[in-house]
């Protein structure tokens, strides 16, 4: 929660000074960028996941 949180505060910083106007591709842009990471989360806690035989 806190890195989404993280990313949108930058991207939100980022739209303000440098864009100076927000429309739908941007806003559809950060979702973007807040879907791939938590893809990331969940592909990685996929992986570290132990699937082994419990004993």
């Known amino acids: 929660m806190a890195s989404s949180m993280l990313v949108t505060l930058g991207w939100l910083a980022l739209s303000i000074f440098v ?7 941007k806003v559809l842009l950060l979702f973007a960028y807040l879907t791939a990471l938590q893809a990331g989360y969940l592909v990685g806690a996929y992986i570290s996941a132990d699937t082994g035989p419990s004993r």
């Not at 864009?19 to 591709?25: F, G, N, S």
């Open 19 to 25: 864009w100076a106007q927000l429309d739908t591709e």
